[in-house]
């Protein structure tokens, strides 16, 4: 198995602030949109910077989406930040409008996703929005799973033409993908081959899975692990190449089972090469006040929870 290593645990939200404050000393056309998180969002060196490709909006997220549409039409490549549950849930019908259906160039940047907002709850833990943003036509949606991957697609879409929801976390967790590394949208990143069971993760379970997968090298079981930041377009070719090798799928991801990862993996195997698969996801519930540690260990998200899917899907083979 191939090792990686925890270069210091870094959060993901602040792979994403250095991103930008990136984006906005390489490129004019680059602005930044906020209700009211600056500091949350890590957008204080753009502003700083570029205060006058800065708008702070207030706790006016609909109205934000409205104004990144417009900025649109004159060139400009909005960035907008709030947290995830008012990213999608709270705007649902000003992204369906003024910027799917239009196919605007605007960039959808969404923190404190999932259950890792921790003491926050559950009316602030979102586990729908990769669900919400999938469905829309025109939309992409990217769900990278550390530091150095959030900031290298935080440059990455700024150079795609079209929406994008990029998906990040509150927490600090384990940094152990390439600093420098270049981003492929729609592209799956396979970590480590195997040959017994395929684990599919995307954002803060891509770790737990390589954490499993060395727990199951232990047992005798060869585990293959790809990294799926990109939900949607998905990599369906390297997806089936996988499957067709191993023959047995575990998806994972810090969302509900319903409209995720796992569900667009599932579209993809029922049409070309069906073999089992187990889901490692919320169980259709809403989350809780916790710590994320506590939150992702309650509900299954974390090593021992794939494993116990392993099994499963092992025994169905």
């Not at 390439?178 to 770790?207: M, R, S, Y």
């Not at 309650?298 to 392993?310: E, F, P, S, T």
Request: proline letters at 4%; a negative charge.
């Amino acid at each position: 198995m191939k090792k990686y290593t925890d270069t210091g645990k870094k959060d993901t939200r602040s792979g994403f602030g250095a991103g930008l404050a990136e984006l906005g000393r390489k490129n004019p056309n680059v602005v930044a949109l906020c209700a009211d998180l600056i500091g949350s969002l890590k957008m204080e060196k753009f502003q700083e910077e570029n205060p006058t490709r800065f708008f702070q909006v207030g706790i006016a997220e609909a109205n934000m989406m409205g104004i990144a549409a417009g900025l649109t039409i004159g060139g400009k490549i909005p960035f907008t930040g709030t947290f995830a549950a008012f990213s999608t849930g709270r705007v649902y019908d000003q992204i369906r409008q003024s910027i799917a259906y239009s196919n605007k160039n605007v960039k959808v940047c969404a923190s404190h996703a999932g259950l890792t907002l921790g003491e926050d709850g559950a009316t602030h833990q979102i586990l729908e929005d990769i669900g919400l943003m999938k469905m829309l036509p025109n939309m992409v949606v990217i769900n990278p799973c550390d530091y150095n991957q959030t900031k290298a697609a935080t440059l990455a879409i700024a150079d795609y033409v079209g929406p994008v929801y990029l998906r990040f976390g509150r927490p600090a967790v384990p940094n152990f993908t390439p600093e420098n590394q270049t981003f492929e949208i729609g592209k799956g990143i396979l970590l480590n081959e195997g040959t017994d069971v395929t684990l599919i993760a995307t954002g803060h379970l891509v770790w737990e899975a390589l954490l499993a997968c060395e727990v199951l090298e232990q047992r005798g079981i060869s585990a293959e692990v790809i990294d799926i930041h990109t939900i949607k377009p998905l990599d369906e070719e390297m997806i089936l190449a996988s499957a067709r090798k191993t023959k047995a799928v575990v998806t994972c991801e810090e969302h509900n089972y319903y409209g995720g990862l796992g569900e667009s993996v599932a579209r993809v195997l029922a049409q070309h090469y069906p073999v089992p698969q187990e889901f490692v996801a919320v169980d259709d519930t809403f989350g809780e006040s916790g710590t994320p540690a506590q939150l992702m260990q309650k509900y299954g998200l974390d090593k021992d929870g794939i494993l116990k899917a392993v099994e499963k899907v092992l025994k169905r083979k």
